[in-house]
């Protein structure tokens, strides 16, 4: 009587160990992927990595080998994704509030701006570059720091709001139930509520649609621009550490070409500090919410 049952638990016994073996080595190899690529590029990195690299703007003959730094591309990465994020935020939180308080589950509006929301964050990037770069043209514009944060923050906007939007879909009904019963309006609802109770995942949302933007490079190559300089307002144009990457790495000096790493290296680092001050804050909105 016991064989069939032995039998079948062993079966399952079995099936459990591969799923942990397997589970066990594609964590592993997502691991030595991750520290093969970082230790790639600071290895590539360390000859062309000093301080005034990261505080001079590039000089005369920047890309045939000689002295200057990145400091123009730092700073421009910096204005484009901090400017373009929050432009994004600007349209993503109320749409996605319209989405979670005026319309209920088995709205068809809803389902459909989510499916378009959804059709927009699947373009390449390289499309909105090309429709950011037809709207210049045809508004007679040059490309400028303000083209490119608008251009990202199309990229962006489908990004964030989606992010934002499934995690306002896990607010608990009785809590706006409860709030309307307490006389609330809809905006106190929507920001005493929704916001606080969704705020860490608004800010995770906030940091993957930040990381999307200052790691982008097809989207500013025809409307931000590239220059040697540090923009001093919204008309200028902007140099970016992904574009900084790509044009150095075509160059044939392996100086610059070491330069290319360490552009890479500052971007890195930069995505990774974010993330570690992103989650410290996350920690600190969820003593808000309701569990």
């Known amino acids: ?52 690299m990261l505080t001079k703007t590039p000089q005369g003959g920047f890309y045939l080998g000689k002295e200057g730094g990145i400091l123009n591309a730092i700073a421009g990465s910096l204005y484009l994704a901090v400017g373009a994020t929050a432009l994004a935020f600007l349209l993503s939180l109320p749409l996605a509030l319209y989405l979670n308080l005026y319309k209920g589950k088995g709205s068809k509006t809803a389902a459909w701006t989510r499916f378009f929301l959804d059709v927009l964050w699947g373009v390449p990037s390289i499309v909105y570059g090309a429709f950011g770069f037809i709207i210049m043209l045809a508004l007679g514009l040059r490309a400028s720091l303000l083209a490119g944060i608008l251009t990202v923050a199309l990229l962006e906007f489908p ?91 075509g160059t044939p000096f392996p100086e610059v070409q070491q330069r290319a790493y360490a552009s890479a290296a500052v971007l890195t680092l930069i995505i990774l500090l974010i993330s570690l001050a992103g989650r410290a804050m996350s920690r600190k909105a969820t003593r808000h919410v309701v569990k």
């Open 1 to 52: 009587m016991n064989g069939p049952a032995d039998l079948r638990l062993g079966r399952r016994k079995r099936a459990d160990l591969f799923f942990r073996v397997l589970a066990a080595a594609s964590a592993a190899l997502v691991l030595l992927s991750l520290l093969l690529i970082l230790g790639t590029i600071l290895w590539k990195s360390i000859p062309a990595l000093s301080f005034s």
């Open 159 to 249: 990004i964030l709001c989606r992010a934002i939007d499934e995690v306002m879909r896990l607010v608990p009904r009785e809590l706006k139930e409860a709030s309307d019963s307490l006389g609330a309006t809809r905006f106190e609802t929507a920001f005493k509520v929704f916001v606080r109770q969704t705020a860490p995942g608004i800010l995770t949302g906030v940091l993957l649609a930040f990381g999307r933007g200052i790691g982008d490079a097809a989207s500013v190559l025809f409307t931000a621009g590239f220059t040697d300089r540090v923009p001093t307002s919204l008309a200028d144009p902007a140099a970016t550490l992904p574009l900084a990457i790509f044009f150095q790495l």
